[in-house]
């Protein structure tokens, strides 16, 4: 940490031990009793305006204090670029005429619901997909998870699907479709499959495409128009964004997963907080970490504000991906190997911004209102809208209305309707163990309606033949087909009127799960099966064998 | 060449609130389709459902082309559905104290410009709005200036967007088109493109 410090010319002096100078970043950080937290900016200066996308100073702005990171200002020696400024440089192709860098894309996935506008564009303009190989579509947004049989009853998602069965024939895209054991949730099935790799830059037009980064990648969500722009041209206009390190030190407890870490920082450093940056996630919790685990960290930059989020590659990563079957293989592994592993940031890189945060102090966490930042630890009392900075006081009281809840109200014990275990967040095949552990033995409690929707057909079939399904089913859990389901309730599975939800997912946006009135509380799997067995908000931790996590 | 703009003028719709998300700017059962055609009538639709004094409801607004709105607009989800169901409600341009990156790009890639404003100006503006909501705004994008009456403050934008934007280069698409020998040339060096051949 000194170390960082000091590269930018400022004592390790606790009084310089900042926290961030613009009030986007600074007003959920106030009013708040927060954890072992040190902000440090480089920029000596901080102009007084919250500009938002605007703020961060783009490498075109003459007005930039700047922090310029292209490789010719590196030359020679150890390379001090971190990660995502090494994959950027190689894949930035040129500056527009606009003035935006166009940035090459390695790999585009596509699914059903931001890709049929895009294929009009190209029709319209009579173009051809340039490197159709290097696109892969699945379908996983409007898919019903009980009844998948065709036409669907849904005319409108029948349209949607008839619209990439025909978009990719005509095309020329490999279409991982129902019937194809490789179908699941885009961020699921990417890196099952091998596709997600370090050093690749990644999009798709969804935002939780973020999860890739847990690879080391660049893994950009983007628009519908956007997603024209890959087809035709496999690049994108984009700006440069800025590179805070989120180191978190320490080890965490027992009966803490990797969704609370991740509420955690959203809780700390605010849903606004990352606006202009890329999170790279650092420090002996994620070295710790699994794969899966990394993937539902990074899943969830996006909430937290970040464009993007990344753990640099490792043996961990590089375990994970050999021998699946978009993988190089061979000789050609062991070189793509020694390239990842080249690419992380190394132990002098540079960054423009820095957090850290202790390890040991995260708590199992569930959020209480209408943004993923509004969370506590499961130990803790709903905030009162007094304590908090007057920026977000009028934002918690619309939460708290939103919910029903009073302030200062424990959230443990909270009754819930509806329990769903699954998304591109947590429905994962490591997910649904840790889930099933807490399942085993128990039941769902009476008037809880309790769904477990696997990630992809492979998350399935593996679940299957470890037997959880049949853990779930005894305990009295709906066992479904794959999908997004609940997460976002495009299809039929829904919360009804002001039904609460505990959720595995990433959003608890007013009307999110289907109904317009309908309440989320997003929590780890683990935490959303015993509030499902006890009907309500409960500390996972009381339910758990002690073994380490 | 897409069009220039270099300003916008019209009336405002005010909604100053804060993290307003886009699956309120429009609810995912309205993603249910192919084309963005339509869209327009779902803008807000849950919170129009839910408050009778809705601004996208009130006939004060209802020729509003400029949405006066708080900080991170646009969070959540890369739909593009957002922006375009505000576009198709009549939105030309956005002011706000900040915009999530993903909602910006879409605007941008549209023609719609989001520029932000400091707080304590938006609020004057909010203020003036409600009073007088027949006023038309003057959004000065060339000169990064918003005047409202008596009322002139400053607003800021990306320089990238700013120039893509006031010179007519928004529509990217063609842009990138027209460097394809490059986009071969950088595809050629990179490593997994070859199959990470020796």
């Known amino acids: ?549 | 060449m897409a069009e220039e703009i270099k300003q916008v003028n019209g009336s405002v719709v005010p909604l100053l609130l804060d993290d307003i998300d886009t699956d309120r700017i429009i609810p995912a059962r309205y993603l249910r389709c192919v084309t963005f055609e339509g869209l327009g009538e779902h803008a807000f639709k849950d919170d129009r459902e839910h408050d009778s004094e809705h601004p996208f409801d009130h006939p004060h607004y209802s020729s509003a082309s400029i949405l006066l709105t708080g900080r991170n607009f646009g969070c959540g989800s890369s739909r593009e559905h957002a922006p375009q169901s505000l576009m198709r409600w009549g939105i030309q341009a956005i002011i706000g104290e900040s915009f999530a990156e993903i909602f910006f790009g879409n605007c941008t890639s549209l023609g719609i410009p989001a520029v932000c404003a400091e707080r304590a100006h938006l609020d004057q503006l909010h203020q003036a709005v409600k009073d007088n909501p027949s006023q038309e705004l003057t959004l000065d994008l060339h000169n990064r200036q918003i005047h409202f009456g008596e009322i002139s403050v400053p607003c800021e934008i990306p320089a990238s967007a700013h120039s893509a934007l006031t010179t007519g280069q928004w529509d990217f698409l063609s842009q990138l088109l027209s460097a394809q020998e490059d986009i071969q040339a950088t595809a050629e060096k990179i490593p997994y493109m070859s199959n990470f051949s020796a």
Request: charged content about 20%; glycine content about 10%.
């Open chain 1, 1 to 549: 940490m000194s170390n960082f410090v000091s590269e930018f010319g400022r004592s390790a002096d606790p009084r310089h031990a900042t926290l961030p100078c613009f009030p986007y970043v600074q007003a959920p950080l106030k009013g708040r009793s927060l954890l072992q937290l040190r902000i440090n900016r480089p920029e000596p200066d901080a102009p007084s305006v919250s500009i938002g996308v605007g703020l961060q100073h783009p490498p075109d702005d003459p007005c930039s204090p700047g922090t310029d990171n292209s490789s010719e200002r590196h030359p020679t020696m150890s390379d001090r670029r971190n990660l995502f400024n090494k994959v950027w440089d190689l894949h930035e192709v040129g500056t527009l005429p606009s003035g935006q860098p166009q940035l090459f894309i390695g790999q585009h996935l596509i699914h059903e619901v931001t890709s049929p506008q895009a294929f009009e564009i190209l029709r319209e303009k009579g173009l051809k997909v340039l490197f159709p190989e290097r696109t892969l579509a699945t379908v996983d947004h409007i898919i019903p998870t009980d009844n998948q049989a065709r036409p669907f009853q849904d005319d409108l998602a029948e349209e949607m699907m008839s619209a990439i069965e025909r978009n990719c024939r005509d095309f020329g895209i490999t279409l991982l479709n129902l019937n194809d054991d490789r179908q699941g949730v885009v961020h699921i099935v990417g890196p099952e499959q091998g596709i997600t790799q370090p050093g690749i830059t990644l999009v798709c037009g969804d935002s939780h495409t973020s999860t890739h980064g847990a690879f080391g990648c660049i893994a950009l969500g983007i628009g519908t128009s956007q997603v024209a722009h890959v087809l035709a041209t496999q690049s994108l206009a984009m700006n440069r964004p800025k590179v805070r390190r989120i180191e978190v030190t320490g080890e965490r407890n027992p009966g803490v997963f990797a969704k609370d870490v991740i509420l955690h920082i959203i809780r700390k450093l605010g849903v606004q907080g990352g606006v202009g940056y890329a999170y790279e996630y650092a420090g002996s919790v994620f070295d710790e970490m699994t794969m899966e685990e990394r993937m539902t960290v990074c899943n969830m930059s996006i909430e937290g504000g970040a464009r993007c989020g990344y753990v640099n590659p490792d043996q961990t990563t590089i375990d994970y991906i050999r021998g699946r079957p978009f993988a190089p293989q061979g000789e050609a592994f062991d070189r793509a190997a020694q390239w990842w592993l080249s690419l992380a940031s190394s132990d002098d890189a540079e960054f423009d911004d820095h957090v850290t945060i202790d390890g040991a102090e995260i708590e199992p966490t569930v959020t209480w209102g209408i943004n993923p930042g509004q969370s506590v630890g499961v130990t803790e009392s709903i905030p009162d809208p007094e304590q908090f900075h007057a920026d977000e006081r009028t934002g918690a009281e619309e939460a708290l209305q939103f919910m029903g809840l009073d302030p200062n109200q424990p959230i443990r014990g909270l009754s819930i309707d509806v329990a769903f275990i699954g998304s591109c967040t947590n429905g994962r095949l490591s997910d649904l163990r840790e889930a099933a552990a807490v399942a085993k033995g128990n039941r769902v409690s009476d008037g809880v309606r309790a769904l477990v929707v696997p990630g992809s057909q492979q998350v399935r079939k593996q679940a299957e033949h470890e037997g959880l399904d049949k853990i779930f089913e005894e305990a009295g859990f709906e066992w479904r087909a794959a999908g997004c389901s609940m997460c976002l309730a495009m299809n039929p599975d829904k919360l009804v009127g002001r039904e609460i939800s505990a959720s595995s997912s990433n959003r608890n946006f007013k009307g999110r799960q289907g109904s317009p009135t309908g309440r989320t509380l997003l929590m780890s799997p683990a935490m959303v099966a015993a509030a499902a067995i006890n009907g309500c908000v409960t500390d996972v931790r009381e339910m758990m064998t002690p073994v380490s996590v």
